[in-house]
């Protein structure tokens, strides 16, 4: 998604003019025109194209994300989760890869083309993945290579401009992420077999459907680029731009308020910080699932289905909490909501440890006995039994349920309660999006008049090696060593992030505070 329109969009909302009467005169008329109303119009309708476009790019990563591990599995029973962890994290690595190609693209061409082109990639990569079933071997490797290209057809969301439509743009982000689980936990009544064309060897199922129907709104949207979107650019004072590739920062006429270097021990601080939320995001995301099916013997469709639900019901949460969090922050101030933030996540992972006694059910004992009913999840509370091996017929088709034998941590690691994982859900729901929405919002300050491009892609490269680090740390850990190791050292990490808040808490202020000309208002 590119920011086919650049400066503030501030009066869009409240319909106020963007010049104020006689202001024109004052700037050099050679350079600029005032915005007529249809000029505004046709604006807007492209701005709120770059809202569908964010929103569908970022259901194009959830609507998949909790079936991915079942799909893995059934398409190559050897892969373990450990491989899940390069999968999720290869959309961010394609996506990190995108982004520099796509944005020297629309340095030189008109932005609608390379919005287009990655639409276009991220259409044939969906449909890649529904074919990954097909070959007859390495069927990890295609999966893993269409992740990588719906993440390469992602990557022109970095051309997006960070103005005042961020909190729009971060809103369609937000409800792409509610509706992505929403839509996979609807397909899953589809079932894992479906209805299979033969003619074109496609299997239309819980797994394939979610991925088609991301192609078809890939497709609804480039047609909306050609018949409607149109670029424009402006600058901030809303003037028309005659440069294809203006930059509204770039000026003759000297920025008193711009005077003063700007606090780069707090930039750093911002990116690290930055990097550890979106960090244990992904963790938390990338082994819901296996983790789920480990834990509680659920199936592949339960699985999908029930964490599918838990995910919307966290997205809806973290809604609420990024419109609750703008006025909260305006009396109580970013960093103290920050820090509260970390402290909800630390909570949220330190619940997760296995505390308990319960062995969760071994998947071999499974294996080799179908007539043993399954532990349902409202039977979590039942004390453990033994399960006496029986050979099964050799025509047996049984889902192997339960903890890999295979995973040696299984044999002595306590279960994770059900109750323990919906109460971290709801925390971690609640924590991220308040770290998320105040550490942009103290970097926006910090960085304050100065020109913001290259600081924005310091803080875009933070949150890509997050998300590409996030799943294969946690699902090398998870699958090696467990749950127990994986979630502590999560803890641990985020008691390293308090503690650097605590270190640079006086440092992170907006940068006219910084230089006398504002006074600080909240602590």
């Known amino acids: 998604m590119a920011a086919a329109v650049s400066g503030p969009e501030v009066a869009a909302e409240g319909q106020e003019p963007l010049l104020r009467p006689g202001e024109a005169d004052e700037e050099d008329s050679g350079r600029d025109v005032v915005e007529t109303q249809e000029h505004y119009k046709s604006r807007w309708r492209s701005i709120w194209i770059m809202y569908l476009t964010m929103f569908l790019s970022s259901v194009g990563f959830s609507i998949v994300i909790m079936s991915v591990w079942p799909y893995l599995q059934k398409i190559d029973p050897t892969a373990d989760a450990s491989f899940l962890g390069w999968i999720i994290a290869s959309y961010s690595i394609g996506q ?15 932005r609608r083309e390379p919005l287009v082109i990655s639409t276009a990639i991220s259409v044939a990569a969906n449909c890649l993945y529904a074919y990954v079933h097909v070959p007859h071997s390495h069927n990890r490797y295609y999966m893993l290579a269409a992740r990588a290209l719906v993440g390469f057809g992602a990557g022109a969301t970095s051309l997006m401009e960070r103005t005042s439509t961020m909190a729009n743009t971060s809103a ?98 911002i990116n690290f910080l930055f990097f550890v939320i979106l960090f244990v995001f992904a963790v938390f995301e990338t082994i819901a699932t296996p983790l789920t099916m480990d834990m509680y013997s659920w199936t592949r469709k339960e699985a999908v289905f029930y964490n599918g639900i838990i995910l919307s019901m966290v997205g809806i949460e973290s809604v609420i909490v990024f419109m609750v969090v703008k006025m909260l922050s305006k009396k109580t101030g970013e960093r103290a909501i920050l820090h509260g933030g970390l402290l ?72 994770i309660y059900l ?105």
């Open 96 to 110: 990190m890869v995108a982004s520099p190609l796509f944005g020297l693209w629309s340095n030189y061409r008109p």
């Open 172 to 269: 369609c982000q937000a409800v792409g992420f509610i509706l992505g689980p929403v839509f996979q936990t609807c397909f899953t009544l589809i079932g894992e077999e479906g209805i299979t064309w033969k003619l074109v060897q496609l299997q239309l199922n819980m797994y394939t459907a979610p991925v088609l129907f991301a192609a078809l709104l890939g497709v609804i949207n480039i047609i909306l680029f050609f018949s409607i979107f149109r670029e424009h650019q402006v600058d901030d004072m809303g003037r028309q731009c005659k440069s294809v590739n203006f930059e509204g920062e770039e000026s003759n006429i000297p920025d008193q308020d711009a005077e003063g270097n700007i606090d780069h021990v707090a930039v750093v601080a």
């Open 344 to 415: 909800i996540v630390l909570v949220g992972f330190f619940i997760l440890l296995p505390w308990g006694k319960k062995l969760p059910n071994i998947q071999w004992q499974e294996i080799k006995n179908n007539s043993i009913p399954r532990t349902a999840a409202t039977e979590m509370l039942m004390p453990f039994w033994s399960l006496q091996a029986t050979p099964l017929p050799s025509n047996h088709t049984v889902e192997p349920v339960g903890c890999p034998v295979t995973q040696s941590w299984c044999l002595n690691t306590p279960m």
């Open 419 to 523: 109750a323990q994982y919906i109460s971290s859900d709801i925390l971690i729901g609640l924590g991220y999006p308040v770290c998320n929405v105040m550490s942009y919002t103290l970097y926006s300050k910090i960085l304050g008049p100065k020109p913001q491009g290259v600081y924005m892609g310091w803080l875009t490269a933070s949150g890509s090696g997050a998300r590409i680090l996030g799943p294969v740390f946690v699902s090398q850990i998870y699958t090696r060593l467990g749950p127990r190791w994986a979630f502590s050292l999560i803890c641990g990490v985020v008691v390293v992030s308090l503690l650097l808040l605590e270190i640079v808490y006086k440092r992170l202020i907006a940068f006219s505070v910084r230089y006398g000309r504002m006074q600080e208002e909240n602590c």
